[in-house]
């Protein structure tokens, strides 16, 4: 048999220009994504942008939640450091009154129909009303101790609030007020303190987070009665929350470890995920521009997109200052109201954060 030699394979010089063209090409490609990707992320505007602060002199301690009249454009905030709830005039940037001989105010909420201001105070236990011009307690109801968060239902005229837990003889209770007669009409045993509550879109349901027990406790506000328990996988210590009634999601954020969870509002099941900064304390859904602004007492608000897939996409933060762990999104404004404490150099002080939609308008 004769030995054929076949010589090894060469590149030829052609082959070899073609193939170092192709990887050329292909650095060029890569560089010029970088360069595009740094260039959009340099010209695309923040979430939220700064745009001024109400400055609270007479404040010390931390804020607790907030609440809005839209008519007259007032801002209502817990100033629990302070044993007070201050009246702030937007138009003006100002406050125009300090409502005293409060002891620790936590949930606000003010009921358009009947122009009344409610206040939670957790060390009073009891639930203040407040009307007239200016504002002035006309009326209480008896409630248990640690009264905190509340959400007000429009379509049944009722109000629900958080409260009681501490102990077998204060047990955990969300309750139901009447706001047209201003009556406790019901009170929904709950496992554990309640922590934030939302409604869904017509009010059929309310939201509680229990944090104590890892769930999220559904009321069928036709009934008052728990009509669903649903238990967190992903982490615990569920505080603030926020309903979206388009992709019917129930937004909860936790804080051990912190992290946003996305569930779907029909089953409770947890569809997505993202990672949150330290201490949330409130969190609201931006129906315009699909974003979820999570206010965290770390300093920082956390943002996030939600897509048509229902999944969580970070977003540029803003950092606030620590302690900064409430606030109040009010859409007709286009506006993130932030409650920032006092500290050995600066006043207390309410910051106020423009959309991107507010900014494309100015």
């Known amino acids: 048999m004769r030995l054929v030699y076949t010589p090894p394979y060469t590149i030829?010089?052609?082959?070899?220009?073609?193939?170092?063209?192709?990887?050329?090409?292909?650095?060029?490609?890569?560089?010029?994504?970088?360069?595009?990707?740094?260039?959009?992320?340099?010209?695309?505007?923040?979430?939220l942008r700064f745009s001024r602060s109400v400055i609270l002199p007479n404040i010390?301690?931390?804020?607790?939640?907030?609440?809005?009249?839209p008519a007259a454009k007032r801002l209502f905030v817990a100033a629990t450091g302070s044993h007070s709830v201050e009246v702030v005039d937007l138009s003006t940037g100002s406050a125009i009154q300090s409502i005293p001989g409060l002891s620790k105010p936590h949930g606000l909420a003010w009921v358009p129909e009947t122009s009344s201001l409610y206040v939670a105070d957790g060390a009073l236990a009891e639930l203040r009303v407040y009307k007239g011009s200016p504002l002035a307690l006309a009326g209480t109801i008896k409630l248990s101790n640690d009264a905190d968060d509340m959400v007000y239902n429009s379509t049944l005229h009722r109000l629900y609030v958080g409260h009681g837990g501490s102990d077998p003889a204060n047990p955990a209770r969300i309750a139901v007020v009447d706001t047209t007669h201003f009556a406790l009409i019901a009170n929904v045993s709950v496992a554990s303190h309640p922590e934030a509550l939302d409604l869904d879109e017509g009010g059929q349901r309310v939201f509680?987070?229990?944090?104590?027990?890892?769930?999220v406790a559904v009321i069928d506000a036709s009934t008052d009665a728990i009509a669903a328990h649903w238990k967190l996988t992903k982490a615990a210590d569920n505080v603030p929350m926020a309903y979206d009634s388009e992709h019917n999601l129930l937004f909860v954020a936790c804080r051990k470890p912190g992290m946003l969870i996305a569930i779907d509002a029909s089953t409770?099941?947890?569809?997505?995920?993202?990672?949150?900064d330290a201490g949330a304390d409130d969190l609201f859904y931006d129906a315009v521009l699909k974003r979820v602004y999570v206010i965290a007492g770390s300093g920082v608000v956390d943002v996030y997109q939600v897509d048509a897939q229902k999944q969580l996409h970070p977003l540029e933060?803003?950092?606030?200052?620590?302690?900064?762990?409430?606030g109040l999104f009010v859409p007709s404004q286009h506006a993130l109201y932030v409650g920032i404490p006092a500290d050995s150099a600066h006043p207390a002080e309410v910051r106020i954060y423009v959309t991107s939609t507010a900014q494309g308008n100015q």
């Open 12 to 47: 030829t010089h052609e082959a070899n220009a073609t193939a170092l063209h192709r990887v050329r090409n292909i650095m060029l490609a890569v560089i010029f994504g970088l360069i595009s990707a740094a260039v959009l992320a340099q010209t695309a505007p923040a979430p």
């Open 60 to 69: 010390s301690g931390k804020f607790d939640h907030f609440a809005f009249d």
């Open 268 to 276: 409770g099941n947890e569809l997505a995920s993202a990672q949150a």
């Open 317 to 326: 933060a803003t950092h606030t200052a620590s302690g900064a762990k409430t």
């Open 208 to 215: 509680a987070n229990i944090a104590g027990s890892n769930e």
